[in-house]
DNA sequence: CTGGATCCCTCACGATACTG
DNA sequence: CAGTATCGTGAGGGATCCAG
């Protein structure tokens, strides 16, 4: 196993080794969401074959990068998770997709969003800075029946999959393709309205603090 | 080309459509430390094909990641250097080396360590929190025939290929592949010298500036 | 010599069907 | 639900060859 070897001795060789192979990034990428079974990451990663998936949840595992933990019973289930050095990607998966997401441009015609890739969009797009001088705050994005929440305090980020929890969001976030333009900036938050880019529930001044926040 | 598409808009899956093919991001590390030919990418990355070398960097240059420039007359060779784009994943080559390196272990039998990732490896390592009490002093590290110099001068790291230019180095380090050991700090400058790990030319106490500096 | 192009072969990947 | 089995295709590996 892991035949395709570079040569090199070299931190960077090592992991491209390691993650560098198809789909393995994008795996570890819903991971970082939350931990997952094998038909959630299949869902949320719809054109990887199953035998793909399978080989690299293996690959993934015996590197140290992923563990596979059996829920408790009833279900007897078995749950796929980041171990810490697997978790330590997260600085790096959050870079490549800040430095990916200059090359977007529009959706391609085939392309889906998925509930975890926005998560890590947010993640991605969210400025300590700008969030130190930032109360509490929760917004609710809805894109089709993505639904993806944020929780910003104490210039600490809490984001995830699924509406709010805990509490009603401040802002609710209804929007398309087009929340790209807005969260790179394209767009301020005045003319996003306007334009019908996109919609929100509550009030409107909460937008310009959504657009403070999160820039990619 | 290109053809090899994930079906997702997501800035972590573009980033992976543009680098995530095998060899890409080598190039893009060799390519980080100085424009180069096509002979020296050749040379720095041995086991490339020729083949998945001119495909690359057609796909980087499409990409808006690399660029072709020609050399002035007589010579009229080809260059390829990082397009601005290109030179921002150098965070992101940084940390992947960073968090790769940690699986580093012994090199392989027919691992090589050449001078781009040598160069590469120092910036990794480097901490500026540490080289900002550090006032200036230049470095030339040898392992077998590579000679890279390292100069750390008002915080800021300049490395390159080759011996320091512009002045003598303050100590040279001859190592081998128990360089990886001093730099990841699982052994401190005094143990290092004395178990012959490491020689120097100069100032002993330079060696543990060195590994203050310097740390994965 | 540089900067590739071409050939052939193998195996990883992609798609789909199937099973405990 | 959580994979394995099967099979076709094409990208990658390796050697060689060629034009400027």
Chains 1, 2 share one sequence.
Request: with cysteine; hydrophobic share 45%; proline share 6%.
């Amino acid at each position: 196993m892991g035949k395709r070897q570079y040569g090199q001795f070299c931190g960077l060789v090592r992991a491209v080794e390691l993650v560098g192979e198809r789909w393995a990034l994008l795996i570890v990428r819903d991971l970082l969401v939350s931990p997952k079974r094998y038909t959630d990451l299949k869902r949320g990663l719809p054109r990887i074959p199953t035998n793909v998936l399978s080989t690299r949840l293996k690959e993934l595992e015996a590197a140290g990068i992923v563990e596979r933990r059996l829920l408790p019973r009833p279900d007897g289930s078995v749950v796929y998770e980041l171990t810490e050095y697997g978790a330590d990607l997260e600085d790096v998966v959050l870079a490549l997709g800040r430095w990916g997401a200059r090359s977007l441009g529009d959706p391609r015609p085939d392309e889906i969003v998925t509930p975890d890739s926005m998560v890590i969009a947010l993640r991605s797009a969210f400025r300590a800075g700008a969030a130190a001088t930032e109360s509490d705050v929760r917004f609710e994005l809805r894109l089709g029946d993505v639904v993806v929440h944020a929780h910003v305090a104490a210039g600490v980020l809490t984001a995830g999959v699924g509406a709010a929890p805990e509490a009603e969001p401040d802002l609710v976030i209804e929007s398309g393709p087009a929340i790209r333009a807005v969260l790179a900036g394209e767009v301020d938050a005045g003319t996003a309205l306007d334009e019908g880019l996109v919609a929100v529930t509550g009030p409107k001044e909460l937008l310009a603090v959504f657009t403070r926040l999160f820039r990619l």
